[in-house]
């Protein structure tokens, strides 16, 4: 069983910054990817931010030029520097992890608890 932390939210104004952080931990043998996702009120959850084992990096257009994601493999962490933060951007921000607890095993889809990010006017 692989277990997500998330830490790094928070009150900030607009145009201000905000650094995420998410570790994994338990029974892990290989992450597959690392990823953010958000959920604003009355909207559904949408993805932010993913980062591969290789490496390569996605980004939704609302956050491109703004949202930086990084990885730490040592650690098991992956982060999310956020940059000119709007209004729009407040929401619950969740971790996700793709990751195998042994060879054998299937990769599974783990989730973060969510940590609460407002940005004011």
């Known amino acids: 069983q692989v277990q997500l932390v998330e830490s790094g939210g928070g009150l900030v104004q607009a145009g201000g910054s905000l650094r995420l952080s998410c570790t994994a931990s338990?029974?892990?043998?290989?992450?597959?990817?690392m990823g953010w996702y958000r959920q604003a009120p009355g909207k559904q959850r949408e993805l932010v931010a993913t980062?591969?084992?290789?490496?390569?990096?996605h980004y939704a257009d609302s956050v491109k030029g703004r949202f930086t994601i990084s990885r730490d493999n040592a650690k098991n962490t992956v982060y999310l520097q956020m940059n000119s933060l709007k209004p729009e951007d407040t929401a619950v921000y969740y971790c996700?992890?793709?990751?195998?607890?042994?060879?054998?095993?299937?990769?599974?889809?783990?989730w973060g608890q969510g940590t609460q990010v407002t940005v004011s006017s």
């Open positions: 996700n992890c793709i990751a195998k607890s042994g060879f054998f095993t299937p990769a599974h889809d783990y």
């Open positions: 980062i591969a084992s290789g490496g390569s990096t």
């Open positions: 338990g029974t892990i043998f290989r992450i597959d990817a």
